[in-house]
């Protein structure tokens, strides 16, 4: 499952026209399942899992002889995580004093799987539209981003149930940041000077802590980082962040959307242009 899954990701991530075949950014379709920011910032967030709302005449999805859980199968809810996304857009304005990029989803996972191929994301033709807005503007985001400033990050934001305490990081072991390695080297992926670090920096718990950098099997990275991730052809780098329980209550999220916007902060300071590319 894990081959036929990796096989999958390529030829939709990479080469499919689905992805690549779109309008201009100012005529992309549109949803009202699918919120959207187009920003000012080499950054783009994603939270696909966090919506609640039934799809008009679309029923929920049965998953029938596909494999569930890991890759495949889930109508898991990430809860809170389109309300992270929203405190971590606003923590991030306030901060770099510019809006970053962002699609959530309002629809639910029941429904729509943004985080999967369309052939596992949803069943019924009715939902297509909205799987594909939801693909294609951050699809859009990231080519303007790219073009803009040659290089961005795109935070991928879910919810685990695995570790209630921490962050865990995914990028198929530094795959989909690929480009920023070759950049800058290890140290940006890994250590005291990589996002992650920096995030722990910020006190907050993290996984994966060790130096070989081996990311969780099952929360190593999904569709949408694999898909975009800068070992393809978009060119962005790309991280998922599974987040626990205690950085998802509501409690405690304008904390953590604070502790995020410092991190992607000084991160950004680090690794990321100030300025838009000079135009020849």
Known sequence: MKQIWFLTCITLGLSS????????????????????????????????????????????????????????????????????????????????????????????????????????????????????????????????????YGRGLLLDIHGQGTLRDSIIRGTRDGKTVKLLTDRFGQKAHIGPKSFFGLLAANNIKVHPTTDDGKEMAGLNGGFIVFSYGSQGAYGIDAIQLECGGEYRDKKTIKDTAKKLADTVDAFAKLYLPETPLKKE
Do not use: W
């Not at 309300?83 to 004093?97: C, H, P």
């Open 17 to 148: 026209g689905r992805l690549h075949a779109q309008p201009p950014i100012d005529k992309l379709p549109t949803s009202d399942l699918v919120v959207t920011q187009r920003g000012k910032l080499p950054i783009i967030l994603s939270a696909p899992h966090g919506g609640t709302q039934k799809v008009p005449d679309v029923e929920e999805r049965k998953g029938e002889g596909l494999v569930k859980g890991g890759a495949g199968f889930s109508v898991a809810f990430d809860s809170n995580t389109d309300l992270l996304l929203q405190e971590l857009s606003a923590a991030i304005e306030a901060k770099m004093g510019q809006k970053p990029y962002f699609v959530y989803a309002k629809f639910s996972r029941k429904y729509i799987d943004a985080n999967r191929p369309p052939e596992i994301g949803y069943e019924n033709p009715k939902a297509k539209p909205i799987y594909e807005a939801y693909h294609q503007t951050l699809a859009a985001y990231c080519k303007e981003v790219q073009a803009t």
